[in-house]
């Protein structure tokens, strides 16, 4: 299979924009809700872990500079082995798009296109995702060239025209509950995104400047992990606690309480314009992955013939993932940042221990 070359600049863009994703718009919930006025401590507290996720990572492709975390599987694990810890890895990413793709429907379906069916969202989503992975890893790259400086102005207008509805008493007292809240809340924060970075795994061998791949992938998360400590620390300073851990969007909401000289309202088409081009490079970074990795295990020339089937399975599995945005809620806090250990710090961990014992690296 041809290998296709992003600059180090783009990747580092791509990892910004992954990062920013499906988190804009449902962490700052979960992390009101878990750890109240401290919410944007335990945003702290998880961006330093996702930091030392990416140096983690860092190690591991300095060790296999050429290899997708695929083939690292059966060049380490033999390819018996290989191949099925491959297709495991690709269930994961799979269903990460999948919820990915079900968090867009659940969000034009309860905020903007309320009489629509939730299929036919779905369904033209992905046309235009299958679109995007048909075109390749280059051109997903180049699009997020010119939209990274889009999202990172509108936030920037965004933060400046709230800045008259902050209110500092929103945030006080600090440590009213303890540390106990932070800790549960941080968790949530770690698994959605930091640990979903694992999918960079599968990426790195296109970067074209290997030898900075560790500066731009630090760089790219500290950015995307800064947006998204910008949106929280807004939504409890504006809304406050109570507001944004019951709201399902309050970053949605946020934008609803501009309100400059009763001329200036109403723009959170604002918000709905960065979290749509975000979880775009999020959604069609996880689907190339899932097609590529598939791929590779099946020793595929291409990756292409699988997008079209993956799309069908992909529509379905995203309306039978979780029953309502409630159960969402639950899974992301209790259930996700354990599943996405398993792939996120487990397999890459055993893969260069048994690579140790074998004296492969």
């Excluded at 939730?118 to 995702?129: C, N, P, S």
């Excluded at 995203?318 to 945005?325: D, F, G, L, V």
């Amino acid at each position: 299979m041809k290998r296709e070359v992003i600059s180090s600049r783009q990747f580092t863009w791509l990892i910004s924009l992954y990062t920013i994703g499906s988190s804009i718009l449902i962490i700052p919930s979960s992390l009101a809700g878990e750890a109240k006025q401290d919410a944007w401590l335990a945003a702290t507290l998880a961006g330093m872990v996702g930091i030392l996720l990416v140096v983690f990572y860092s190690l591991f492709i300095t060790k296999f500079p050429h290899l997708t975390i695929v083939e690292v599987n059966e060049k380490i694990l033999g390819k018996p082995i290989g191949k099925i810890v491959s297709l495991s890895f690709f269930c994961f990413t799979f269903l990460l798009a999948a919820l990915v793709l079900r968090n867009i429907g659940d969000f034009f379906t309860t905020q903007i296109l309320i009489e629509t069916p939730l299929e036919v969202i779905l369904a033209v989503f992905l046309v235009v995702i299958i679109m995007g992975a048909q075109l390749g890893l280059e051109t997903i790259a180049r699009a997020c060239e010119i939209f990274f400086p889009w999202v990172f102005g509108l936030l920037l207008i965004l933060a400046l025209l709230l800045l008259p509805e902050i209110k500092f008493a929103n945030i006080q007292p600090v440590f009213d509950e303890g540390f106990k809240p932070i800790l549960r809340a941080t968790l949530p924060f770690i698994g959605l995104p930091f640990l979903e970075l694992i999918i960079f795994l599968m990426i790195h061998p296109s970067v074209k400047a290997t030898k900075s791949i560790r500066n731009d992938f630090l760089k790219g998360t500290v950015i995307g992990g800064m947006m998204l400590f910008t949106i929280i620390v807004l939504c409890l300073l504006v809304l406050g606690v109570d507001f944004t851990a019951r709201n399902a969007y309050p970053t949605y909401v946020l934008a609803k309480k501009v309100n400059i000289g009763q001329f200036i309202q109403r723009i959170e088409v604002i918000v709905a314009i960065i979290w749509m081009l975000s979880i775009y490079f999020k959604l069609v970074l996880l689907y190339y992955v899932s097609a590529l990795g598939l791929s590779q295990v099946m020793k595929m020339e291409e990756y292409r013939p699988l997008l079209f089937p993956m799309g069908i399975t992909t529509i379905v599995l995203a309306q039978i993932s979780y029953p309502n945005i409630v159960y969402v809620q639950e899974f992301i806090s209790k259930i996700w940042v354990f599943y996405a250990s398993t792939y996120g710090i487990l397999l890459p961990l055993f893969l260069l221990i048994i690579a140790r014992i074998r004296k492969i690296i």
